[in-house]
């Protein structure tokens, strides 16, 4: 027998001022359980315990587009998402499921985890998310996605200089970058800086938070696209990590 997730909605309301409907708690209750299965045979993620799932998997994944505590709003009219390195789905699958008229391209460079990922959403009947096997630095180059998406998401996959040569490129003009963090510093605030003056981006915003359940600390950065990235990037694959803008 599967534990069941926390509801919490009151806190909820209190954090994004909106709660799930009981379709979207049952399919976060779906998606808890179909990912506690698939970590039996591939290594997913170590949050297993439903508070934490709840905290740190799904709370976390919405709060992230809920810069002020509201959710984008072309994210209810129908935006184009993607989320890179999204793993076993995070934070791509919650948003695809809060966001009915966008649409959710869920990439990520492992094949195994993608493969999975194709499961679930046919388990989940989630129609308007689809999945790519892909590396960052490759799909920046290729006309089918630059400048393609309205909203980029990245969580967990580098640091925020990386992180912005991966998702600007992505973005059309006047679109948003959403780059999640735990610990955050005014020097990493510096060199992002001078990274996104490169890429054609802007820092909107940085917010801190705490979430609601073990008071750990976050941090989103969101980037606004402001000109056209540089040809020159993303560079090739491996340069970004190796050497940081
Ligand atoms: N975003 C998920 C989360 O927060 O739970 C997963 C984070 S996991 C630590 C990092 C993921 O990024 C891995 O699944 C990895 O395969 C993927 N990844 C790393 N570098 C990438 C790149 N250059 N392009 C696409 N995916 C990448």
């Known amino acids: 027998m599967t534990n069941s997730l926390p509801e919490m909605a009151e806190i909820w309301q209190q954090t994004l001022n909106w ?4 379709e979207q708690n049952t399919g976060f209750q779906q998606l808890y359980e179909l990912i506690l299965e698939g970590n039996r045979q591939l290594n997913l993620t170590r949050i297993t315990e439903p508070q934490e799932f709840w905290e740190k998997h799904l709370w976390d994944s919405l709060r992230g587009i809920a810069p002020q505590q509201k959710f984008i709003s072309t994210l209810e009219t129908g935006a184009s998402v993607i989320d890179i390195g999204t793993g076993a789905g995070f934070p791509g699958i919650p948003v695809a499921r809060i966001a009915p008229n966008s649409t959710i391209t869920l990439a990520d460079s492992t094949r195994k985890k993608i ?19 892909a ?32 998702t600007l490129p992505l ?12 610990t955050w510093t005014e020097e990493e605030t510096t060199t992002l800086q001078n990274a996104v003056n490169q890429l054609g981006g802007e820092i909107e915003s940085i917010e801190e938070f705490t979430t609601p359940l073990t008071n750990s600390i976050r941090h989103c950065l969101y980037l606004r696209k402001v000109a056209a990235t540089p040809a020159k990037f993303p560079r090739a694959v491996g340069i970004p990590t190796q050497n940081p803008l």
């Open 135 to 166: 590396r960052a630095e490759e799909i920046g180059q290729q006309t089918q996605h630059r400048k393609h998406y309205d909203i980029a998401l990245i969580r967990a996959v580098g640091n925020a200089s990386v992180c912005a040569e991966y």
């Open 115 to 133: 493969t999975f990922i194709d499961q679930i959403l046919s388990e989940l009947a989630v129609t308007n998310a689809k999945t790519l096997i």
């Open 171 to 182: 973005l059309k003009e006047g679109g948003l970058a959403v780059i999640y963090r735990g």
């Open 19 to 22: 709660q799930p409907t009981d």
